[in-house]
């Protein structure tokens, strides 16, 4: 048995080390692109990737046209970095709360030359480290000694792909809505977060099963957030299982529509600004949605369920659900009650990312 890591590992360890601020290699045959986020760069570092040659900075397709940046990539931009701006300039480049402070930007020089595909991927690896998907890069010919290196087309891969899902601990849980309930603790093989499935009574793998996938929210489901609806929809559905007598929850952590709470709290700030969620998403760079409900329908296959009637507003968890092999005989209607502080971001919900309400 070999002790190396596995990309998987070797992922998990570039984004931590984006995270804390360091480097990383992406080595496609011929080149590599040592990259650092922006979010994270300090002037120290960056002083070290300047040595190895001329840093671009790469950002989404959304980010450059809210910054008016040309973009020659297809769903990225490639900028120039200026020879005078510092750890600060990528830091404004990449978060829309300096906007406002500063909303003519520029000049940019756009870069149009060369491939564009590792700084692709290491917008990809930035998103999944639950930064500003946005990266300062240098193309080299030779990693430097010490840096994480992740071969391109193995990390490519490992990114696109869902990791194994191991069940770790089973408990019985009694709660307020659902006095039969049990816990399962489900841990990916790629070092990243947990995921939870809540199972009432004790349902017949053979039937379909009353289901929700539910995303977690920290400001929702914990705090008592009034600005969305996910904390009513989880004590609703928690609540309808518990009288039905059977049930699967599965709460996913996937924080802001997958962004994390940190990126999260930024779109809210956007949001005060006048921006809906879609806008304020678009701003940081972010897609709509970045959640990835396979892992959903992973869950429900190890519990042993192959067909359900999914508790939800949204037919994309319903197409997802059928893509990965799980039937869904019921689309379950879950409507709350709206308030003056979310009404909008519910119409926005209807009438931009098609959730039936």
Same mark, same amino acid.
């Given at each position: 048995?070999?002790? @190396?890591?596995?990309?998987?590992?070797?992922?998990?360890?570039?984004?931590?080390? =984006?995270?804390?601020?360091?480097?990383?290699?992406?080595?496609?045959?011929?080149?590599?692109?040592?990259?650092?986020?922006?979010?994270?760069? /300090?002037?120290?570092?960056?002083?070290?990737?300047?040595?190895?040659?001329?840093?671009?900075?790469?950002?989404?397709?959304?980010?450059?046209?809210?910054?008016?940046?040309?973009?020659?990539?297809?769903?990225?931009?490639?900028?120039?970095?200026?020879?005078?701006?510092?750890?600060?300039?990528?830091? +404004?480049?990449?978060?829309?709360?300096?906007?406002?402070? %500063?909303?003519?930007?520029?000049?940019?020089?756009?870069?149009?030359? &060369?491939?564009?595909?590792?700084?692709?991927?290491? =917008?990809?690896?930035?998103?999944?480290? @639950?930064?500003?998907?946005?990266?300062?890069?240098?193309?080299? /010919?030779?990693?430097?000694?010490?840096?994480?290196?992740?071969?391109?087309?193995?990390?490519?891969?490992?990114?696109?792909?869902? %990791?194994?899902?191991?069940?770790?601990?089973?408990?019985?849980?009694?709660?307020?809505?659902?006095?039969?309930?049990?816990?399962?603790?489900?841990?990916?093989?790629?070092?990243?977060?947990?995921?939870?499935?809540? +199972?009432?009574?004790?349902?017949?793998? %053979? @039937?379909?099963?009353?289901?929700?996938?539910?995303?977690?929210?920290?400001?929702?489901?914990?705090? &008592?957030?009034?600005?969305?609806?996910?904390?009513?929809?989880?004590?609703?559905?928690? @609540?309808?299982? &518990?009288?039905?007598?059977?049930?699967?929850?599965?709460?996913?952590?996937?924080?802001?529509?997958?962004?994390?709470?940190?990126?999260?709290?930024?779109?809210?700030?956007?949001?005060?600004?006048?921006?809906?969620?879609?806008?304020?998403?678009?701003?940081? &760079?972010?897609?709509?949605?970045?959640?990835?409900?396979?892992?959903?329908?992973?869950?429900?296959?190890?519990?042993?369920?192959?067909?359900?009637?999914?508790?939800?507003?949204?037919?994309?968890?319903? +197409?997802?659900?059928?893509?990965?092999?799980?039937?869904?005989?019921?689309?379950?209607?879950?409507?709350?009650?709206?308030?003056?502080?979310?009404?909008?971001?519910?119409?926005?919900?209807?009438?931009? /990312?098609?959730?039936?309400?």
């Amino acid at each position: 048995m070999s002790l @190396q890591p596995t990309i998987s590992d070797l992922v998990a360890r570039a984004r931590s080390d =984006l995270r804390v601020g360091l480097p990383v290699a992406l080595k496609a045959s011929d080149h590599a692109l040592v990259v650092m986020a922006c979010e994270t760069a /300090s002037d120290t570092r960056l002083g070290g990737l300047r040595a190895l040659g001329p840093v671009v900075a790469a950002i989404t397709g959304w980010r450059a046209e809210t910054l008016k940046v040309r973009i020659y990539d297809g769903d990225i931009a490639r900028i120039r970095m200026p020879a005078d701006a510092g750890a600060r300039w990528l830091c +404004e480049l990449a978060d829309p709360a300096c906007d406002l402070g %500063a909303p003519l930007r520029g000049p940019f020089r756009e870069e149009r030359e &060369g491939d564009a595909s590792l700084h692709r991927l290491a =917008l990809v690896l930035a998103k999944s480290a @639950q930064l500003l998907p946005a990266v300062a890069a240098v193309s080299v /010919s030779q990693v430097p000694e010490g840096l994480t290196a992740l071969p391109a087309e193995a990390a490519a891969e490992d990114l696109a792909g869902h %990791a194994p899902m191991a069940a770790v601990a089973t408990a019985q849980l009694p709660m307020e809505l659902a006095e039969a309930g049990r816990l399962h603790i489900f841990r990916p093989d790629n070092a990243e977060i947990e995921h939870y499935a809540i +199972e009432i009574g004790r349902p017949d793998r %053979a @039937q379909p099963v009353l289901a929700r996938l539910h995303s977690a929210c920290f400001t929702g489901d914990v705090l &008592g957030s009034m600005k969305c609806d996910c904390g009513p929809q989880l004590r609703t559905a928690l @609540q309808e299982m &518990g009288k039905a007598g059977e049930g699967v929850l599965l709460y996913l952590n996937q924080e802001g529509r997958g962004i994390g709470l940190a990126n999260k709290m930024r779109a809210y700030a956007l949001q005060d600004q006048g921006f809906d969620t879609v806008e304020a998403n678009h701003r940081l &760079g972010f897609e709509d949605d970045e959640r990835d409900f396979r892992i959903g329908a992973d869950l429900l296959k190890r519990m042993g369920f192959g067909a359900v009637r999914l508790m939800t507003n949204n037919p994309r968890k319903v +197409e997802m659900m059928g893509e990965e092999g799980i039937e869904v005989v019921e689309r379950v209607p879950l409507v709350t009650p709206t308030n003056r502080f979310n009404a909008h971001y519910l119409d926005v919900k209807r009438d931009k /990312s098609g959730h039936l309400l």
